[in-house]
């Protein structure tokens, strides 16, 4: 008897059930991603962002500073980098060792990709966890005090700057 052997028939059993329930696996994981981060290249920096109506407390405070707005951005960078009138050879050195930081947030009305270009825009699909532990992070990064008060204006239309949590 030619035939095939019976336990390559097992074998082929085995990899067509490991192949279904990896697609079983993927699709619940499709299932909780129900939220979105962005991230955005803006020039030399990052900036990650998330959709107004998906801001959870307390980093939702932050959006009564930009009303109106659907999606709201936050960088990261030195204090006396981001507040100086020029960047210069010294402000730029400076901005190498540790110092103050701040947060730049952004407010935006139009979609990302409108902002800042669709081929500058990643989004990123994750779960409600994800989401949850994103915007904190970012919360954590803000003193706490100054959430209420922004520190001066951003150097965008819609853009404001918050001073950072010490570290």
Request: net charge neutral; glycine share 8%.
């Amino acid at each position: 008897m030619g035939g095939v052997p019976l336990g390559a028939y097992a074998q082929a059993a085995t990899q067509v059930q490991a192949q279904v329930q990896a697609q079983a696996d993927v699709q619940a994981q499709d299932a909780v991603r129900s939220a979105w981060v962005f991230v955005a290249r803006r020039g030399w920096h990052i900036d990650i962002g998330f959709a107004a109506a998906d801001l959870e407390p307390p980093l939702n405070s932050l959006a009564a500073q930009f009303p109106g707005v659907k999606y709201l951005f936050f960088g990261f960078g030195d204090q006396q980098y981001l507040l100086a009138k020029s960047h210069n050879a010294p402000v730029l050195l400076g901005a190498l060792w540790p110092g103050r930081g701040m947060l730049l947030a952004t407010g935006l009305s139009a979609p990302p990709q409108d902002a800042f270009g669709a081929a500058h825009v990643v989004l990123l699909a994750v779960t409600p966890q994800q989401l949850h532990d994103a915007q904190a992070y970012v919360w954590q990064t803000l003193n706490e005090k100054s959430a209420a008060k922004p520190a001066a204006r951003g150097p965008y239309d819609g853009s404001l700057y918050f001073a950072a949590a010490p570290k």
